[in-house]
């Protein structure tokens, strides 16, 4: 038997990663990056355990991929050796391409997806590791012939969710997400060459979309966690905005560089292992390093903001179903003017609109399939007799600074 490294993992207990490749990979430095990038970023502004990392996640849910490729195996589905490595090489790097406080700086710093940049450095480490990643990447991609496996990485029952619903609600204590994962996965199995869910687990699966749909508005897309998350991406936008017209300021050189030039996702293929290079670099501690620095700063609107942030003075966020009224809106900006010497020229830093959208379960594409004991297979839609919401919800939101409460 394969020796193999053990982490303690708080969710699920001792987590093995094999040495060789998988191994390697964790200790590479673009892994390693990922303790200091936080999973749900300022979260723990409302939750304060929320603390955990991406680099919990990826452990956490390549763990899960060893258990559901062991589940299927037992029931008969065919997958060598070579494809279960590869699918676990591919679920561990599925996120490496985050950025600062995960999401929320993604259209800030940089114009390119965290999936596009995973890629990138996906590619970028097949090379160093002379082509050992080409069949995790091309389950990745979604370009191998095993559709189920694709499947398992980047679809609505992936271990990506599996993990991150169970491990988010263990790490904010809101245990309306804790989902029944153990059993999901045990009930998977593959008709077809898709990922489809045996009768019995349909329960599971109705549990698991309610958790999912509670956790975005109870969690990721509270109002106070929304507040904090469009403060910082109005913060770094000033910061960008001063640097561009040579304001010096003073931030680590890796977020120097992202401030001051604007990079496309084709400058990212093209210039890759330079621009991976200073990306690599970046991570939640520059982006605070930086905050408390540009509170010192000569900028006051800079610094208002930066010193809010760090000390938790948040702006009020309002959020509704409806787009608030073009009156109530100049009530308040109105205000800010009033209140503030620096508002002409930050309007748009100081008050913040905007929409959040969140889509439950879709039943456009990729839905979930459920086995019957007769072998018909059925889209969930057409089993379940809970209602789960499938359209996209969308809520408005507007924030500003609670000076200007009306």
């Not at 406080?101 to 993604?106: D, G, I, R, V």
């Not at 809106?329 to 009033?338: D, F, G, L, T």
């Not at 002409?344 to 609109?353: C, N, V």
């Amino acid at each position: 038997m394969g020796k193999k490294k053990i982490f303690n993992d708080p969710v699920y207990g001792f987590v093995s990663v094999p040495y060789g490749i998988l191994f390697d990979l964790v200790e590479h430095p673009f892994f390693q990056r990922l303790r200091r990038i936080k999973q749900v970023s300022m979260t723990h502004y409302v939750y304060p355990g929320a603390l955990h990392t991406r680099f919990h996640h990826a452990l956490g849910a390549m763990h899960l991929m060893t258990q559901a490729i062991e589940e299927l195996r037992s029931k008969g589905t065919e997958i060598t050796e070579e494809e279960a490595e590869a699918a676990r090489i591919a679920i561990l790097l599925h996120d490496i391409g985050h950025g600062p406080f995960s999401h929320t700086l993604e259209h800030t710093l940089i114009n390119i997806t965290h999936e596009e940049l995973s890629l990138l450095f996906m590619q970028q480490l097949n090379e160093e590791f002379g082509g050992a990643l080409n069949l995790a990447i091309s389950i990745f991609t979604g370009e191998y012939p095993k559709k189920f496996l694709h499947q398992l990485i980047s679809g609505q029952l992936d271990m990506d969710r599996m993990d991150y619903l169970n491990r988010d609600s263990f790490f904010t204590g809101v245990y309306e997400g804790v989902i029944g994962y153990d059993r999901i996965i045990k009930m998977l199995a593959v008709f077809e060459d898709e990922l489809v869910v045996e009768e019995k687990g349909i329960y599971s699966i109705e549990k698991f979309l309610m958790a999912r749909r509670l956790m975005y508005w109870q969690v990721y897309l509270h109002k106070t966690v929304l507040s904090a998350e469009q403060m910082l991406i109005a913060t770094l936008k000033r910061a960008k905005a001063l640097s561009r017209e040579g304001v010096e300021l003073q931030v680590p050189p890796s977020m120097q560089f992202f401030l001051r030039n604007e990079f496309s996702a084709t400058d990212f293929q093209q210039r890759r292992p330079e621009l991976l290079k200073h990306f690599a670099r970046l991570d939640d501690y520059d982006i605070f390093s930086a905050l408390k620095a540009f509170i010192e700063g000569p900028d006051p609107l800079l610094a208002y903001l930066s010193e809010c942030i760090v000390d938790r003075r948040l702006f009020k966020l309002e959020l509704q179903n409806q787009p608030f009224s073009e009156e109530y809106k100049e009530q308040i900006q109105s205000c800010i003017r009033k209140k503030f010497d620096f508002a002409e020229s930050g309007l748009s830093h100081l008050f913040l609109e905007g929409e959040e959208r969140n889509n439950t379960y879709s039943i456009a594409r990729d839905e979930i399939k459920i086995l019957f004991k007769n072998r018909k297979v059925l889209p969930f839609s057409e089993c379940s007799d809970v209602n789960i919401p499938s359209g996209i919800v969308t809520k408005y939101y507007i924030g500003y600074p609670k000076e200007c409460l009306v």
